[in-house]
């Protein structure tokens, strides 16, 4: 059974940097593409990004609000997927997910709650 | 990006009574790979993270009530609840995994008349 583990959230100040992980158990994380998702009352649910499988080239994609401030990677003796958000804004706060659609099956993990604010 | 225009915003439905949900795609979400549209559903109750109930667009996930179901026809995608159950208030979303961005449907609110 497929297992993911968010942390790593918490309370920022604006302009400070946060990182998530993403811990799996069920599932190697090299061989599969995951994503990143947030979600917050006002602007529902955001793709935030993906990293590809070693296979495919582990190569990322960002969605434009995050480009360049965010960064997956992936931590493969760990089975860790990792989220380094930097130069963080208020915007930035909510429920962070890792997902994962092995087989067109969506996984979720149960998320972390990043806040910003001064 | 795709677009996932999901309606209505809000459903109540009397116990026992069907609820329909309706997502629409702004383009083709079919895989050519296996022939099956990249959508789920899924259900989401205060406090908790998006629970899934269906992938494929049609394909229930293991442990999901037989109630549940989804339909599809072309990029026109319905989840029904056959009966409804006081459980089953939550906040319903559609999703296409097609292509990156993944994207959401805005999410429908179903409560009990």
């Known amino acids: 059974e497929v297992q993911l583990v968010e942390s790593g959230g918490d309370l920022v100040k604006p302009g400070g940097s946060l990182r998530l992980a993403c811990a799996a158990s069920?599932?190697?994380?090299?061989?599969?593409?995951m994503h990143w998702v947030r979600q917050t009352p006002g602007k529902g649910l955001e793709w935030v990004g993906r990293i590809k499988s070693m296979s495919d080239g582990g190569t990322t994609d960002y969605a434009a609000p995050v480009k360049g401030r965010f960064t997956i990677s992936r931590d493969d003796s760990e089975n860790t997927l990792y989220l380094q958000m930097n130069s963080l804004k208020t915007e930035d706060t909510a429920v962070y997910y890792c997902?994962?659609?092995?087989?067109?099956?969506?996984?979720w993990g149960q998320g972390t709650l990043v806040t910003v604010s001064s | 990006d795709i677009v996932m225009t999901q309606s209505p915003d809000s459903l109540a439905v009397s116990l026992g009574e069907r609820a329909t949900i309706n997502c629409k795609s702004s383009?083709?979400?079919?895989?050519?790979?296996?022939?099956?549209?990249?959508l789920a559903w899924y259900q989401q109750k205060a406090g908790q993270p998006p629970k899934l109930l269906i992938y494929?667009?049609?394909t229930r996930e293991s442990g999901v009530p037989d109630r549940f179901s989804g339909s599809e026809s072309g990029t026109d995608f319905t989840l029904t609840i056959s009966s409804l159950q006081a459980e089953d208030v939550a906040v319903y979303y559609c999703?296409?995994?097609?292509?990156?961005?993944?994207?959401f449907g805005g999410g429908t609110k179903v409560e009990i008349k």
């Open positions: 494929w667009a049609s």
């Open positions: 383009q083709s979400i079919l895989n050519s790979s296996n022939n099956k549209n990249s």
């Open positions: 997902i994962t659609l092995t087989g067109g099956c969506p996984r």
């Open positions: 069920g599932i190697t994380l090299s061989n599969v593409w």
């Open positions: 999703q296409q995994h097609y292509t990156i961005p993944l994207t």
